[in-house]
């Protein structure tokens, strides 16, 4: 048998970074099928004398489908409450003005591993939050003393010794 051509080795090597059908409208700078990252997000308004608020989130999978979670906290009212960024959003939109948010990557971290059992996304997003410096961030401290949710995926909750 003959390999005509070999896939694996382009891809590799330009793996693609963004598939979104208006490159000016990706919410990541081309980038928005990154994974396992630290992102923040900067939520302004047309309201006088509003001050940006910042968000720092985590995505294991693609940034696009973190973010569509996010749009449809923002869209559809009775996920409002999802996240932070979410309730600050209709927040904003309930006084009549226009949400804008903006993201960011801040850090590629690597996922749980099983292995050492640590997870660098979690680790980093609690670092993150810690040393945000501004009164603005949207984040509850309460974040920082939760327990990874990449890990369960590792374990065994439903065991039938039947099988």
């Known amino acids: 048998m ?27 700078n081309n980038n928005c099928l990154i994974e396992n990252i630290v992102y923040q997000a900067t939520i302004t308004s047309n309201e006088s004398n509003y001050e940006p608020k910042f968000y720092i989130g985590i995505s294991e999978s693609t940034f696009k489908k973190r973010f569509a979670n996010h749009k449809k906290s923002f869209n559809i009212k009775k996920y409002e409450k999802d996240t932070e960024l979410s309730k600050e959003y209709w927040k904003i939109k309930e006084k009549n003005y226009t949400p804008l948010v903006t993201w960011k990557i801040i850090k590629k971290c690597s996922p749980y591993n099983p292995n050492t059992k ?7 997003e609690k670092l993150e939050i810690a040393q945000f410096q501004n009164n603005t961030l949207l984040n509850k401290r309460s974040e920082l003393v939760s327990k990874c949710r ?3 995926k590792y374990t065994l909750i439903k065991h039938d010794s039947k099988d």
Not at 4 to 27: D, G
Not at 118 to 124: D, S
């Open 2 to 28: 003959k390999i005509l051509q070999n896939n694996t080795t382009s891809n590799v090597q330009n793996p693609r970074t963004c598939n979104c059908i208006n490159k000016f409208t990706c919410p990541l």
């Open 118 to 124: 640590r997870c660098h996304l979690c680790l980093n």
């Open 150 to 152: 990449h890990e369960t």
